[in-house]
């Protein structure tokens, strides 16, 4: 049986040969209207989303909002403790959660919060069209033993592990525990969202089973890297509980281990454009579980 991508050009080729690449990005940034009024983001704030690939807002939860989505990761991290789920991620060197996987399908206070208005407005306008959870979860980064997400593209494993066809997908982080330069906060290359990076090595089946606890095949190689963060910087996404981070499926981001005393904890939503549903992976492979990649 033939492929069912062969047919067509793979604009975004990765995993594929012995040597990486760095493509230009075919899709746009900002899809929706830039006009006045046309969503919750002025023009200004749609403009630095579109240059940078992500927009920070601080303050978007008030402090009663946090204080109650923090006892409910707190209650589920207990739930979990011992938990023999597939949706429980371990860390790569103990027993320590370090994610656990759609929160919004089986939790009902992460449901709502994945529904608030604001959030999915938010997405709606920069996707320009409606919008679906493509994936949730919460990363854990206790203090002193959290560690580190090397640096990736999300749309290059969602690309060629999921199907999907193109970058018209964001994540929207909400923090839960202040965000500091030196607890492991979330990293990201400004601009390197237009830049794709074509990664080495053939995926391995059922690679999801291990990458999710520490990543091997999809990782940027070293001089891509260097030569991003010499043309970008990078940036820290900082800010006290309850700043939101948007940010587009295609930038460079990772984060580093936490070796303070001060944990980092926050709960990820990636919202995919209704018109940019997962097809078969890239890669020809099966596709990875509804739990990772939602494919209704």
């Not at 990486?20 to 940034?29: G, H, I, N, S, T």
Request: hydrophobic letters at 30%.
């Amino acid at each position: 049986m033939t492929h069912p991508h062969l047919a067509a050009e793979d604009v975004y080729p990765s995993r594929v040969s012995d040597r990486p690449a760095m493509l230009e990005r075919k899709d746009p940034v900002v899809y929706g209207d830039v006009a006045a009024g046309a969503g919750p983001l002025d023009a200004e704030a749609l403009a630095r989303y579109e240059r940078n690939g992500y927009l920070c807002l601080p303050g978007f939860f008030s402090p009663s909002d946090v204080q109650t989505l923090r006892s409910e990761l707190k209650r589920l991290w207990e739930q979990s403790r011992d938990a023999d789920r597939n949706e429980v991620i371990r860390e790569p060197d103990s027993r320590d959660i370090r994610s656990i996987f759609a929160v919004h399908r089986d939790h009902d206070a992460f449901r709502r919060l994945s529904r608030d208005p604001r959030i999915v407005g938010i997405a709606r306008q920069i996707l320009g069209s409606d919008v679906y959870i493509h994936q949730s979860r919460i990363n854990y980064k206790k203090g002193f033993t959290g560690k580190e997400f090397y640096w990736h593209s999300d749309f290059e494993t969602w690309h060629v592990e999921d199907g999907m066809p193109r970058m018209r997908a964001l994540s929207c982080s909400i923090t839960l525990e202040d965000n500091h330069h030196c607890n492991g906060p979330l990293l990201l290359i400004p601009g390197s969202h237009k830049t794709f990076v074509s990664c080495v090595g053939r995926t391995p089946e059922a690679h999801y089973e291990q990458s999710l606890r520490r990543q091997e095949y999809g990782v940027p190689d070293q001089e891509s890297l260097r030569l991003l963060t010499e043309r970008h910087g990078i940036e820290a996404a900082v800010g006290p509980a309850g700043t939101v981070v948007f940010f587009d499926c295609n930038i460079m981001h990772g984060s580093n281990s936490n070796i303070t005393p001060l944990p980092r904890s926050n709960v990820f939503f990636v919202y995919n454009s209704t018109e940019n549903r997962l097809t078969s992976p890239y890669s020809g492979q099966k596709p990875r579980p509804d739990y990772i990649a939602t494919r209704g």
